[in-house]
């Protein structure tokens, strides 16, 4: 794998995510995916949309020849900040099961809105496949 994690020195290793990546490679750019399958249809519940969003993720990457392995960057816009603490084990649960124990950088930002009035969570992803 040709990623580093950074962290400085002194730094605390933070827990579900890392500050930083550098990898070399091939870069692989995801639009935000919502929590709806390929027919449309959301997942009940804000971790059901969740874990969705994540498949998405995965179903894309594999398309590029990728692996949840693969990302470096993941920015999280949610609708509903409270849904999103008031569910972390549940949460954390998911994307162990769709990612496994990777843990890229990651950004969350709460959002008034998507533009898919029934999405609430939009998930970019960027990935980079060793050359």
């Given at each position: 794998?040709?990623?580093?994690?950074?962290?400085?020195?002194g730094w605390?290793?933070?827990k579900?995510?890392?500050?930083?990546?550098?990898?070399?490679?091939?870069?692989?750019?995801?639009?935000g995916?919502i929590?709806?399958?390929e027919?449309?249809?959301?997942?009940?519940?804000?971790?059901?949309?969740?874990r969705?969003?994540?498949?998405?993720?995965?179903?894309?990457?594999?398309?590029?020849?990728?692996?949840?392995?693969?990302?470096?960057?993941?920015?999280?816009f949610?609708?509903?900040?409270?849904?999103?603490t008031?569910?972390?084990k549940e949460?954390?649960k998911?994307y162990?099961?769709?990612?496994g124990?990777?843990?890229?950088a990651m950004?969350l930002?709460?959002?008034v809105?998507l533009?898919?009035?029934?999405?609430?969570?939009?998930?970019?992803?960027t990935a980079v496949?060793a050359?």
């Amino acid at each position: 794998m040709t990623h580093r994690i950074l962290l400085p020195e002194g730094w605390p290793r933070p827990k579900g995510y890392a500050h930083g990546i550098a990898a070399k490679g091939t870069n692989v750019f995801l639009g935000g995916q919502i929590g709806w399958d390929e027919k449309g249809v959301f997942a009940s519940g804000f971790v059901g949309q969740v874990r969705q969003a994540l498949e998405n993720i995965v179903l894309l990457l594999a398309e590029a020849g990728a692996t949840p392995r693969n990302v470096v960057r993941l920015t999280w816009f949610v609708t509903d900040l409270a849904a999103y603490t008031g569910n972390l084990k549940e949460i954390g649960k998911a994307y162990r099961d769709v990612f496994g124990a990777h843990y890229p950088a990651m950004t969350l930002v709460q959002v008034v809105a998507l533009v898919e009035p029934d999405a609430l969570v939009e998930i970019e992803a960027t990935a980079v496949i060793a050359d």
